[in-house]
């Protein structure tokens, strides 16, 4: 079993919906990362979070320490949204911060018009 | 700023052949890291670095791979003898320390014929 699981593996939305991504993970962590990724591209960071909320424009990432799981959020969804979205976190064992990622299988998405 | 940058791009070498990797981390930045992408998967680790030395090379899969980082910046994935099996996308990605969200490059696709 991967330490970080994402679902679903693919989404498909139309236009102006609302996108909703998981991410589960097994292992004690110092933070998670969002990170979106489109075709032939870099990636790109969305977020960095250890606890709560945060909000970039239409996008939201929420985290729950104590259940182990995060969510992304896509609000309005457009097509230029279709990207992977790949979650992935800096693992804590023992009180030490490895500076690693641990990266989920991604989540493919695309966006209709 | 300038980003993180990778060279080459492309690399289409021989099995067999020996090849170097480049990455070009942001000015500044003392962590370094090196990740693998299989097609359809999420990036694996391989090595980071902090500063000159690497902190942990737990990833790097066999005696092969090696990848070093002189002076504590610019640093080379070195691979000896190529299999068809190491044929991915390596990441570059660098931060200002091992706690910071991490910049990643556009990645160098290495084909082994």
């Known amino acids: 079993k991967n330490e970080v699981e994402q679902s679903p593996q693919n989404l498909t939305a139309q236009e102006g919906e609302f996108i909703t991504i998981n991410c589960s993970y097994s292992v004690g962590i110092s933070a998670l990362h969002w990170l979106q990724q489109h075709p032939g591209g870099g990636i790109v960071s969305l977020f960095m979070?250890?606890?709560g909320k945060k909000k970039h424009g239409r996008l939201i990432a929420t985290i729950n320490i104590q259940e182990k799981h995060s969510s992304l959020h896509i609000t309005a969804s457009h097509p230029r949204d279709s990207a992977v979205y790949i979650c992935?976190?800096?693992?804590?064992?023992?009180?030490?911060?490895?500076?690693?990622?641990?990266f989920g299988q991604g989540t493919i998405l695309t966006v209709h018009p | 700023g300038a980003g993180v940058s990778q060279t080459p791009s492309n690399k289409v070498t021989e099995k067999g052949k020996y090849v170097e990797l480049r990455c070009d981390p942001i000015s500044g930045h003392t962590a370094l890291y090196w990740y693998r992408q299989s097609l359809g998967q999420g990036p694996e680790f391989l090595i980071y670095f902090q500063g000159t030395g690497a902190a942990d090379d737990s990833g790097l899969p066999n005696d092969r791979f090696f990848a070093v980082r002189p002076e504590g910046s610019v640093s080379t994935l070195k691979i000896q003898r190529t299999e068809r099996g190491d044929s991915a996308v390596y990441l570059c990605?660098?931060?200002?320390?091992?706690?910071?969200?991490?910049?990643f490059g556009p990645g160098t696709r290495l084909t082994v014929l």
């Open positions: 979070l250890s606890s």
């Open positions: 990605a660098s931060s200002p320390s091992i706690n910071s969200e991490q910049f």
């Open positions: 992935a976190v800096r693992i804590n064992a023992g009180g030490t911060s490895y500076g690693k990622l641990t």
